[in-house]
């Protein structure tokens, strides 16, 4: 399915036309005045329940829709499903049980309200470097395969490698720590950032593979290359490029069940 054959791809000076699809009047107004005041973008429509975002996005073909997640009538991944346009999407939600989906399906970015101008802006910014990319990832064609395998354990993610998005084999990534609203995947050495939290992405983990030894650490098993006492009631792990990790007690027990 061909995303955006419909729309002309908008010019670093030409702004963004964005829609909202937003039920809380609060939150709406507060999306409405960061869209304004950025220069980047061109507010075109305004909805606050799905059934009126799929109208808005079918009739006015945004390039952009910034789209909460619950809302009445349809909710956001439904909006998706049944659109005919579209349009670049950035997810904005209190909550962060999508998040994975999200990124799968190819959203720029997944706000987790409250957010404000500087997270905001940071969005924009993505916004401006996917439209700027030339492949065609036809995200949101996925929809129904990724709602189909979204019990399963993930096998891959995208991450951002300068104006690139690039798949990310999860039993290549040694360790996850977490870093604020985002994960940080290590890999040979190399930090690379994913855009949510580690609470959001642990669930869709392998289980037999990855093992939360931290609140903000999680490592791939294959990748440990000895566990051992730290003091009284911790264990310390070493990964195979020599990093060394301080389990919590709670992780200490994981490992001791693993170790037998």
Do not use: W
């Not at 390039?63 to 670049?88: C, E, N, Q, W």
């Not at 987790?112 to 910014?125: D, E, H, N, Y």
């Not at 993610?157 to 604020?180: C, H, K, M, T, Y």
């Amino acid at each position: 399915m061909d995303l955006h054959t419909d729309q002309s791809v908008p010019t670093a000076a030409t702004p963004l036309r964005c829609v909202i699809a937003e039920d809380e009047p609060l939150a709406r107004e507060h999306l409405r005045a960061l869209v304004c005041a950025n220069e980047a973008l061109l507010l075109v429509g305004e909805a606050a329940d799905g059934d009126t975002a799929l109208t808005l996005v079918n009739a006015l073909r945004p390039d952009v829709l910034f789209l909460d997640v619950r809302m009445p009538g349809r909710d956001g991944l439904s909006v998706l499903t049944d659109a005919i346009h579209r349009p670049h999407v950035v997810f904005t939600t209190a909550h962060d049980t999508h998040a994975v989906q999200a990124f799968e399906l190819g959203a720029v970015d997944y706000l987790l309200k409250p957010f404000g101008t500087t997270r905001f802006t940071m969005a924009v910014s993505r916004l401006r470097e996917r439209v700027a990319l030339t492949a065609d990832t036809e995200p949101l064609a996925r929809l129904r395969e990724v709602q189909e395998r979204a019990d399963r354990p993930l096998d891959r993610v995208f991450v951002r490698v300068g104006q690139r998005l690039l798949p990310v084999r999860l039993q290549e990534v040694s360790r996850l720590d977490a870093d604020g609203d985002y994960v940080a995947l290590v890999i040979d050495g190399r930090r690379h950032l994913l855009g949510m939290p580690l609470s959001a992405l642990l669930p869709r983990l392998d289980a037999a593979r990855f093992v939360r030894v931290h609140r903000s650490h999680v490592v791939n098993l294959d990748f440990v290359a000895a566990i051992r006492p730290y003091d009284a009631g911790r264990y310390e792990v070493e990964m195979r490029d020599g990093t060394r990790i301080v389990a919590s007690r709670s992780g200490t027990q994981v490992l001791r069940r693993i170790a037998g």
